[in-house]
């Protein structure tokens, strides 16, 4: 069912870097939620005090314990509340005194939370450890959309020649020659699809590069992007937090195995002109849930990687991204 699914998948909330003594709020599947660190690790709440209803995520971390900001009752990183300080001495702390506590990670420089009781496995990423690879991260970036619209973009080959016309692909060479997509090892993989590319990554060498595409979940996509004769790859992992209906935040961590000594700047700025290029056509999309009945749009051969993606969010019973409904207590 879609509410499973979407919430046992994690979803990133922030860097983990803008994690330190404060806690946050962010919000996952409509859902307001307070994160926090302490010794232990990160954690996660419903972002609601049940003394009176105010956010955890307004109050502080001290030794350890979430304390809310509004009569200070004390909650430790599994959720149980140990100090009431209005209690009078030897009075008995209710037991129901409880935060209801999330899964929550760090990993792969960010915090992930996972609101479901049965979480699927955090997702592989290779790269991120591997020597001589530097991975950057971009984002969040904040689209009026939801998720699969946006991972729909990002698997979207031929619109690389428009959108980003002199950047990632030339109009001169808008035609996408035949590719294959397979399910392997749970995920959907393409075979290498050749783009001419004007100006690689801001590099200045036109020439044809390789993406191969692959689709990790509902709200993961990557592409390695390699080309002929060079050595060089970049990998760019897409990772979308879909915080309300049609609210999202995207994180992309571009992993490169070149040019590890230049700064990271260029690679941000030139990977936010991108996703800029990007986020009106994506804002525009109608309907706001992608279409996973196949017969409500057009498709061309060339749109077969999207096509699987519409076909598994439909086998996997993924509502195309709505907010589901909150039916736990
Ligand atoms: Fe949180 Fe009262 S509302 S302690
Ligand atoms: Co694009």
Redesign the pocket.
């Known amino acids: 069912m879609q509410q499973d699914r979407l919430w046992n998948e994690w979803h990133p909330v922030c860097k983990a870097e803008e994690l330190l003594e404060d806690p946050k709020q962010v919000f996952v599947l409509g859902e307001r939620v307070a994160i926090f660190r302490n010794e232990k690790g990160v954690h996660a709440f419903k972002d609601l005090?049940i003394?009176?209803?105010?956010a955890l995520s307004l109050g502080k971390v001290k030794n350890g314990n979430l304390v809310?900001a509004?009569?200070?009752?004390e909650y430790d990183c599994v959720g149980a509340c140990v100090k009431i300080p209005a209690l009078p001495n030897g009075r008995a702390i209710p037991k129901k005194a409880k935060a209801t506590v999330y899964h929550c990670e760090e990993y792969l420089g960010l915090i992930w939370v996972n609101l479901g009781d049965n979480p699927s496995p955090l997702i592989s990423y290779p790269e991120y450890n591997m020597e001589n690879h530097r991975t950057v991260i971009c984002g969040p970036y904040d689209v009026n959309a939801n998720a699969p619209r946006i991972i729909e973009n990002f698997l979207d080959v031929s619109h690389l020649m428009f959108v980003h016309e002199g950047l990632l692909g030339d109009e001169e060479h808008a035609e996408v020659v035949d590719y294959k997509v397979d399910f392997i090892d749970n995920r959907y993989i393409t075979s290498k699809i050749p783009v001419y590319q004007p100006n690689p990554d801001g590099r200045s060498k036109g020439g044809y590069a390789d993406y191969v595409y692959e689709i990790l979940n509902p709200t993961t996509a990557r592409f390695t992007k390699t080309s002929e004769g060079s050595d060089d790859a970049l990998t760019i992992l897409l990772i979308v937090n879909q915080a309300g209906n049609e609210q999202s935040q995207a994180y992309m961590l571009l992993t490169r195995n070149y040019d590890l000594d230049m700064p990271d700047e260029p690679f941000v700025e030139f990977q936010d002109t991108i996703f800029y290029q990007d986020l009106d056509i994506v804002q525009s999309q109608k309907p706001e849930l992608l279409p996973l009945d196949l017969q409500a749009e057009l498709h061309l051969k060339s749109d077969a990687l999207t096509i699987a993606y519409r076909r598994w969010l439909n086998q996997l019973g993924v509502e195309n991204g709505t907010t589901p409904v909150l039916e736990r207590v």
């Open positions: 005090c003394h009176r209803g105010a809310c509004y009569h200070a009752w």
